[in-house]
């Protein structure tokens, strides 16, 4: 047996054992509805007289004519019972897809402000501004790189 594995049917087996139970449920449910309303329709047409007074007198007053051509009293249309969906799924976002970024070497001062950029090839041209920053100043300056969105 492999390691870390229970044994019995797994949550797949679980899972389609499960919608079918459903499914007979659904059937079932469904057809008791429809029995019931086939009966309405049935105790409706009984317990109309004036449906069977109409049917008498159409069929007195075409005896002679065929029965092709005299029209049928109508039926009563079934009532058909909605089916229950399932809600629809809610859409997943897009997910933007992250700009392109470029990296560079920026010159910061003590309270962060920036103080020269620099392409991330040029890092020795933004070491001997700082070297000069703090030469001249006296404060403390910084180095850093930076991530920043290529633009087109």
Known sequence: MARGRKSGPSRLDLRRESEAAE???????????EEEVEDEDDD?????????????????GDA?????????PKKKAKAKVAKVKAPAKPRKARVKEAPR?????????????????????????????????????????????????IES
């Open 64 to 72: 002679d004519a065929d029965d092709e051509d005299s029209p049928k």
């Open 44 to 60: 409706a047409d009984e317990a109309d007289p004036d449906a069977e007074v109409e049917a008498s007198e159409e069929d007195a």
């Open 101 to 149: 970024m470029k990296a560079v070497w920026v010159v910061y001062d003590n309270s962060g402000k920036p103080q020269g950029e620099f392409a991330f090839k040029e890092k020795a041209e933004a070491e001997a501004l700082l070297a000069r920053k703090i030469e001249e100043k006296k404060q403390t300056f910084y180095l850093q790189m930076v991530k920043q969105p």
């Open 23 to 33: 499914a007979r449920e659904r059937e079932d449910g469904d057809e008791v509805v």
